[in-house]
């Protein structure tokens, strides 16, 4: 297991617990700030509205990056039904709001089951997904919408955990690369009355939980007395 920065460790794993807002370049920003001259770098991409485990990795930790990026997450979060949004979540616009109806005993629980397994998603346009040279973003930016290829990735596990309609609470393990603005709004389409994800947070990496994570100003303070080479 990687040793978790402190003191004067400048080749380490940094486990931050991302707040609401932020985006995950300008957390790597702060830190590699208060490192002047040490390379920094994350592993995973958690959106501006997302919060939780978002993994850095200073000097020659960097290295390691690659493989943390591959592990298995889990997230929890809450959704609502009846809208769609132009990204799938409350950082765009809604697009449309459409009647929820009074679903059947067990339909919900049965709906989230028809994900768990591989499955195909489309990245959303509002990604970081490279398309001829470009972020997907950067076209959505202007209105464009580029054709992308599905992507297989593995849910193992996408649980509603409460339901007080028109929200659900859920739980979802899955591969890299997953989308789970995408997996709500497929979840969505398939009940029939779209869906929106309200809030998200990343609660394991691999064998990393965000119950070891510090806060940004944790880790500033902790790398406050550090002293960095001068670089010639």
């Not at 001259?37 to 958690?46: E, N, P, S």
């Not at 389409?189 to 609660?203: D, E, F, K, P, Q």
């Not at 990496?205 to 902790?222: C, F, H, M, R, W």
């Amino acid at each position: 297991m990687n040793r978790i920065a402190s003191g004067a460790d400048l080749d380490a794993i940094l486990l931050v617990d991302k707040p609401l807002g932020l985006t995950s370049f300008a957390v790597v920003e702060k830190i590699r700030h208060a490192l002047s001259g040490v390379k920094v770098g994350h592993a995973g991409t958690l959106d501006p509205l997302a919060t939780g485990l978002l993994i850095l990795a200073t000097g020659t930790k960097t290295r390691e990056l690659a493989t943390i990026a591959a592990f298995d997450k889990e997230y929890i979060g809450t959704l609502e039904l009846g809208k769609r949004s132009s990204t799938f979540d409350l950082e765009g616009e809604i697009v449309g709001e459409y009647p929820v109806p009074l679903f059947a005993g067990d339909e919900i629980h049965s709906a989230f089951k028809h994900f768990i397994g591989e499955i195909e998603q489309t990245p959303p346009m509002f990604s970081a997904v490279r398309v001829r040279g470009k972020r997907l973003y950067q076209y959505a930016r202007k209105g464009k919408v580029i054709q992308r290829e599905p992507r297989r990735v593995t849910i193992y596990e996408f649980l509603p955990t409460a339901v007080y309609v028109p929200f659900i609470d859920f739980r979802v393990r899955c591969s890299k690369g997953t989308y789970i603005r995408t997996l709500v709004d497929d979840l969505g389409n398939y009940l029939g009355c779209g869906a929106v994800l309200i809030s998200l947070r990343r609660t394991r990496v691999g064998p990393y939980d965000v119950a070891q994570a510090k806060t940004i100003d944790e880790i500033l303070n902790s790398l406050s007395n550090i002293s960095v080479p001068e670089v010639n």
